[in-house]
């Protein structure tokens, strides 16, 4: 009887344990971060432009188009009455695999039909589909007209994504654009900064221009003579437009009207180079400059004139206010949220700035964990962050953002990021 009851007890206290721990919230696993850097060339490669026009079905009356700046579409085959076949291709090889598409659809009749995002061999499908009627609202494509085929099942990387997928699109007379993040093309950035610089401490200009001649604008938010300053860069990488939409409330937040913001500027001059790559962001490509090279291995080399006209003007800035720049940051997008931060034993103009940043985040944002992947080495320099540590002792990190973070949190972490930042900076200066 009593071992009887002795086995009872056991069980019903592994019954209760099991309870316990069904309760507890799910650990969720965490992107490791990309590998180390390698060493490129950075001098220009041939690219292939893409062909641009219409690509129309006449017996079903579909017009498929990627004519207008950020389009990405290479080739289009109906594949039966109601299913379209679309070839996406890259730039140039080898490349990252992030590969953007960008197209408009329409039909004379409303109907559904079935589009399947096909890619060039080695390359799968990572950004999923956003939708627009009027191409500035965006929103993304229901699920369950969403089918993926062949899914790796790794958690991030290459390994996670589909071969190819399907979308099943409602079409009509009005046009339907489909991308693979909201469009932001120099125009969208353009009117963006017009609209900021309409503030009277916010002015801007030419640094540079791009391989095919398109301008490199940046942003000075303060006064021009201001010994301390701060530089941010984004979209150095086409595609990875949620690390823009989180500089942009950064940016903002900055530029604002809060008592915070109000000081800042009466102590640190923010410089912005909001598009870095205009030429592959226009051009629809998947990760390159007009040069064919990946932007961000090019700040050592310095072998093109978008990396080279954001050096010079951090040099005539130094040269013009006998000053320093003790913090920068590079908003870009990856697999999941993560910041690429160096490590404690390098000292900067404003030391011990990041980890106190990134712990005060942590506190002012409930539930977040920042994911903070240190790198222990500067040299070479070859991206943004080491350069900006080795040539201005900069406090500098890469901070990115999923390529599927809710939109609202993602403005939400732009704002706080900037707000406790200027709070930092105030009190270590």
Request: hydrophobic share 35%; aromatic share 10%; glycine share 6%.
């Amino acid at each position: 009887m009593q071992r009887q009851l002795h086995t009872k007890t056991k069980i019903s206290l592994l019954v209760a344990l099991i309870g316990l721990i069904s309760l507890l919230p799910a650990q969720s696993k965490r992107f490791q971060g990309q590998g180390p850097t390698p060493i490129v060339s950075t001098v220009s490669k041939p690219i292939q432009k893409q062909w641009k026009g219409d690509y129309g079905f006449m017996e079903d009356s579909v017009i498929f188009s990627n004519d207008f700046e950020g389009g990405r579409l290479n080739g289009v085959v109906q594949s039966n009455d109601s299913t379209y076949t679309v070839l996406i291709t890259s730039e140039n090889t080898p490349i990252n695999i992030s590969p953007w598409y960008a197209f408009t659809v329409e039909s004379k009749k409303e109907r559904e039909i079935d589009v399947v995002l096909t890619y060039q061999e080695t390359a799968k499908h990572r950004y999923y589909p956003k939708i627009s009627y009027d191409r500035n609202n965006w929103k993304p494509l229901d699920s369950i007209n969403y089918t993926e085929y062949d899914k790796g099942t790794d958690d991030f990387g290459a390994g996670s994504l589909a071969v190819s997928v399907k979308l099943r699109l409602k079409v009509g007379p009005q046009k339907l654009w489909v991308a693979g993040q909201e469009l932001q093309t120099s125009q969208d950035v353009n009117e963006w900064i017009t609209e900021i610089s309409k503030n009277d401490y916010v002015n801007h200009q030419t640094i540079g221009t791009s391989r095919e001649g398109r301008p490199l604008e940046a942003l000075t938010i303060g006064k021009a003579k201001t010994k301390r300053m701060v530089m941010v860069i984004s979209r150095q990488h086409p595609p990875e437009v949620t690390g823009y939409l989180a500089m942009q409330p950064f940016v903002e937040t900055i530029a604002g009207n809060s008592q915070t913001a109000k000081k800042f500027r009466k102590k640190f001059t923010t410089y912005v180079v909001p598009l870095m790559n205009p030429d592959g962001v226009d051009n629809g490509h998947w990760r390159h400059n007009n040069g064919g090279i990946d932007l961000n291995r090019d700040w050592e080399a310095f072998e093109q004139p978008e990396t080279t006209a954001v050096r010079e003007f951090m040099k005539e800035r130094v040269a013009a206010t006998d000053g320093k720049f003790y913090f920068a940051i590079d908003f870009h997008s990856t697999w999941d949220d993560i910041y690429y931060t160096l490590a404690d034993k390098f000292k900067g103009n404003m030391p011990g700035l990041v980890p106190k940043w990134l712990e005060a985040l942590k506190s002012e944002l409930p539930g977040y964990d920042p994911n903070i992947r240190p790198s222990e080495k500067t040299i070479p320099t070859m991206v943004s962050r080491n350069y900006f540590y080795e040539a201005h002792g900069a406090e500098a990190l890469v901070f990115e953002i999923g390529d599927n973070t809710d939109r609202e949190f993602i403005k939400k972490k732009g704002e706080v990021s900037a707000l406790k930042l200027m709070e930092l900076m105030l009190e270590l200066k």
